[in-house]
């Protein structure tokens, strides 16, 4: 049965197993090493901020789709993204007349059968962002202290939702009984959040 686990595996390290080779394909793109560089330059740096603009505006009206179809809430509502990487980049750019627009390119979001299970596996996806999101930020700020970083912008919205990555991780690691989960919905939502970010941030997959 699909949703029987063997102790001690959870639907979260299942997951995590089943979405690493996507993790690291992520983690090796060009935007997200660069961030991390001291010889990361002006140019790229605002280039990396359109390309995660275009990931959010790809992504986030079909998480809202998928939150708004729960009957009952599984997690405090997402906080969108997209507004805050904008004040990053007007903040960094002084204009934000050079966003990146949409691209047909981009993985369409599937039909899901289970929202409630690709809703979490999305969640995943974006709430682990918070994770790596310290070492951007000191990245930042030792090799480019003159750089402003926004209060109110991307990288400190990041950090604000540990939080909820503590609380989906407590969920995915608790058995569910009341609302269960189905793993393939899971990991189907999972990566479909993991290949548009990877679709945005890498170059070679835009041809």
């Known amino acids: ?31 997200l090493q660069a961030l991390t560089q001291p010889d990361l330059d002006a140019p790229t740096y605002a280039r990396a901020l359109s390309n995660f603009h275009l990931a959010y505006q790809h992504i986030e009206p079909g998480l809202a789709k998928l939150e708004q179809s729960l009957q009952q809430p599984v997690l405090p509502a997402y906080q969108p993204r997209l507004p805050h990487i904008r004040k990053e980049y007007v903040m960094f750019n002084n204009s934000d007349s050079d966003l990146a627009e949409p691209r047909a ?35 930042l700020r030792n090799h480019h202290p003159a750089w402003p970083l926004h209060p109110e912008g991307y990288w400190h919205t990041l950090l604000a939702q540990v939080p909820a990555w503590r609380q989906l991780c407590l969920l995915l690691d608790t058995p569910q009984n009341s609302r269960p989960v189905t793993l393939s919905e899971l990991k189907h939502g999972a990566t479909w959040v993991f290949e548009s970010f990877i679709a945005s941030l890498t170059p070679s997959t835009r041809h």
């Open 1 to 31: 049965m699909e949703n029987f686990l063997n102790p001690p595996d959870t639907l979260r390290s299942i997951l995590r197993a089943h979405v690493w080779p996507l993790h690291q394909q992520l983690d090796q793109s060009p935007t």
């Open 105 to 139: 390119a981009l993985p369409p979001m599937p039909t899901f059968l289970c929202p409630m299970s690709a809703y979490l596996g999305g969640r995943y996806v974006l709430e682990g962002a918070s994770q790596g999101t310290p070492y951007v930020i000191r990245a």
